[in-house]
Each structure stands twice: as C-alpha cells, then as structure tokens.
C-alpha cells in the first residue's frame, strides 16, 4: 500500500468521525433544550399569582394618588411662594 492513500484514508475517517461526533453532540444539545422540564403552574399558584398581582396593582394605584397629592401640595405651596415675592397675597 502507498503511505499516500494510508494517510487519506486515515484522514478520511477521522473526517467522518469528527463529523459524527459534532452532530451527536449538537442533537444532543438541541434535544435537551426540547425535552427541558418547564414549570407548570397548578390552578391554585395561579389564582394565588392573580390575587397577589391585583394587590400590587391597587398599591401602585394608591401610591400613584399620594404622588399626585403630593404634587399638587408643592405646586401650591411654590404658588404661595411666588406670591409673596412679587409682594401679593
């Protein structure tokens, strides 16, 4: 045998083998990311998650109101401000 053709052959099948264990290990990837267990969420977590988000929704409501009271308490406390300083009341 020609050491020409041993070493394409080797190379050859080392090509091939390389390939296939690339593709074996990109399968595998991929069907682990297809077969991930993902999270369910039972009809109690869900009422759960809705009343807690309805809460939340009703604080930042409240929190919003308080803000713009607060606003408007400033706003009119610089307007009385501005007042005496251009010398009204």
């Keep these: ?19 296939v264990a690339i593709l074996l290990n ?11 267990p993902r999270p369910a969420v039972g009809p109690g ?7 807690a988000i309805t ?5 930042v409501s409240e929190l919003h109101e308080r803000v713009d ?3 408007r308490v400033l706003a009119s406390e ?3 401000e501005r007042k005496q ?5």
């Design 1 to 19: 045998m020609d050491p020409i053709d041993v070493g394409i052959g080797v190379a050859i099948i080392t090509a091939v083998g390389g390939s």
């Design 26 to 36: 990109v399968t595998r990837a991929v069907l682990a990311k297809w077969t991930r």
């Design 78 to 80: 610089r307007e009385r």
């Design 69 to 71: 009271f607060t606003e």
């Design 55 to 59: 809460q939340l929704a009703a604080e």
């Design 45 to 51: 977590e869900a009422e759960e998650l809705r009343h």
């Design 85 to 89: 300083l251009e010398g009204g009341n």
